[in-house]
């Protein structure tokens, strides 16, 4: 599975900024996707996923009400809507997919395929 991000860039606080990520798989239909983010200086973190069935899951105290995972299938692309940025939200994001079918939260430390990554910068 090969994963391609786009979308990132410098957006305002209170701003909005859609990412999208395309896989190249046979299987789309079959994959968890997700997002993760890393902020400099600070670790690797879970921000949404969503399996193969459109069940999604957030990380609720950072992103949950403000950021939207979805998918779509025909297009083999993953999206993740961002509204009301802060700047705490700047990182680089990472588009994630998982072949193994486990529960959402068992992805929470990570997927097995991941793409190259996008910056992403709130300015306050």
């Known amino acids: 599975v090969q994963l391609q991000a786009y979308g990132g860039g410098l957006v305002q606080a209170g701003g909005s900024m859609r990412l999208s990520c395309v896989a190249t798989s046979r299987a789309f239909d079959r994959l968890d996707m997700g997002w993760f983010r890393q902020a400099p200086g600070k670790e690797r973190e879970f921000v949404a996923a969503?399996?193969?069935?459109?069940?999604?899951?957030y990380d609720v105290d950072s992103v949950k009400g403000r950021f939207t995972i979805s998918k779509d299938i025909p297009k083999n692309a993953v999206y993740l809507q961002m509204n009301s940025l802060k700047p705490e939200d700047t990182a680089v994001y990472y588009c994630t997919a998982d072949s193994r079918g486990l529960a959402l939260r068992a992805y929470y430390y990570g997927m097995n395929y991941w793409g190259q990554g996008t910056q992403v910068t709130v300015s306050s």
């Open positions: 969503i399996n193969w069935s459109g069940a999604a899951s």
